[in-house]
């Protein structure tokens, strides 16, 4: 008899993720994956993540794809102007905000994601 051999968590996934009209698409790839609870999604109380109900997951910006539409967002930028978010100008799906060389993809644009089973992370970016 053969040993089964044990399940290994996969150490990444790469998700595909666009707004509601097709015009922006992309892929994700985070490490670990969604469904392993050290990749806490961020639900943030500060003024824009309240409004756009995001829920985010941070990645560097090399781990963003763009196959259409990167160049087609909408670039917002507040405060600081430290951190851009981008939304798509036709049906207003906001995709993600970036800083430096990292990117926080909007957990809510992305495929094959089981939001109820999310680990949670607050953040209270409102203090900040
Ligand atoms: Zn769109």
């Known amino acids: 008899m053969a040993d089964t051999p044990a399940a290994t968590p996969a150490a990444s996934k790469t998700y595909k993720g666009s707004c509601h009209c097709g015009l922006v698409a992309f892929t994700a790839t985070l490490s670990p994956p969604l469904d392993d609870p050290a990749q806490a999604a961020i639900s943030c109380n500060c003024s824009i993540c309240v409004r756009n109900a995001y829920l985010l997951a ?17 670039e917002y930028k507040f405060g600081s102007g430290k951190f851009p978010h981008y939304f798509c100008p036709t049906c207003g799906t906001s995709l993600m905000c970036a800083t430096g060389d990292m990117k926080a993809v909007n957990v809510r644009a992305l495929e094959d994601v089981d939001l109820k089973s999310l680990t949670l992370k607050e953040m209270d970016g409102k203090s900040v």
């Open 58 to 74: 941070v990645c560097p910006s090399s781990s963003v794809e763009f196959s259409s539409g990167e160049d087609k967002m909408t």
